[in-house]
């Protein structure tokens, strides 16, 4: 099944700067990546996704970068607030047999320090 | 809408106990699919459902049981609890397994086995 590694598990970051999360998949078949939120005691909510044909895809401060051919795809925050502080979840849809499942990383906390 | 419901909130359990967490959605969604969350771990898929009638199993199937009779409704059962399935539990929903389409969650039943 698909494997999905996410780095780093924590992330501390001032006001102002920059965050980036990074994840890796297995399977080079899957083709829908997006990236969720979750504030403590909430529900996951979807931030921003990217699909295989595209290589990166822009929502105000944030981004996400896809690498097919490494099969890596990464959360780029700009401009951090403190409201940013979460838990922040990748995840990758399966394709070919596996069609349907979605593979979830194991998350990364971050914190933004005013 | 109310979206993606889930009853209860809140559950404990006896070793050996059974029971059922409900998950309902209104936005007549095809595909829909229980995780649960536990720490460090991320959201692991347990079982996802295609349409109504059809069911398929995730990651982390074993312990539990789905049906989906009808296109709201997707009931989670536990048939015979045991303390590693203690963990918050998420039901989701989305129009179909198509690239971009966004899942929406439930608001969780943390779930206690004893």
């Known amino acids: 099944g698909e494997n999905v590694e996410q780095h780093p598990s924590t992330l501390s970051v001032q006001e102002g700067d920059s965050a980036v999360i990074k994840c890796t998949y297995s399977?080079?078949?899957?083709?829908?990546f997006p990236w969720y939120k979750q504030e403590l005691g909430k529900r996951p909510q979807l931030i921003i996704d990217?699909?295989?044909?595209?290589g990166e895809k822009k929502d105000q401060r944030i981004a996400v970068t896809l690498n097919k051919t490494a099969k890596h795809f990464s959360l780029h925050i700009t401009e951090t607030q403190p409201e940013d502080s979460a838990v922040y979840f990748c995840a990758v849809l399966a394709g070919g047999t596996s069609y349907g499942k979605l593979t979830f990383g194991q998350g990364t906390i971050l914190t933004v320090h005013p | 809408n109310a979206g993606v419901t889930q009853t209860p909130k809140f559950q404990v359990l006896k070793t050996g106990q059974s029971m059922t967490l409900q998950c309902a959605q209104d936005m007549n969604h095809e595909y829909m699919s229980w995780y649960r969350q536990d720490p460090g771990m991320g959201l692991r898929l347990i079982h996802y459902?295609?349409?109504?009638?059809?069911?398929d199993q995730g990651e982390v199937p074993n312990g539990y049981n789905v049906s989906r009779s009808t296109t709201e409704d997707f009931p989670l059962r536990l048939l015979s609890a045991a303390p590693s399935q203690t963990s918050v539990y998420f039901c989701?929903?989305?129009?179909?397994?198509?690239?971009?389409?966004?899942?929406?969650f439930g608001p969780g039943t943390r779930l206690t086995v004893l």
């Open positions: 399977d080079s078949a899957s083709n829908y």
């Open positions: 990217i699909r295989s044909n595209v």
């Open positions: 989701a929903s989305s129009w179909g397994l198509e690239a971009s389409n966004e899942q929406f």
């Open positions: 459902s295609v349409g109504a009638g059809i069911t």
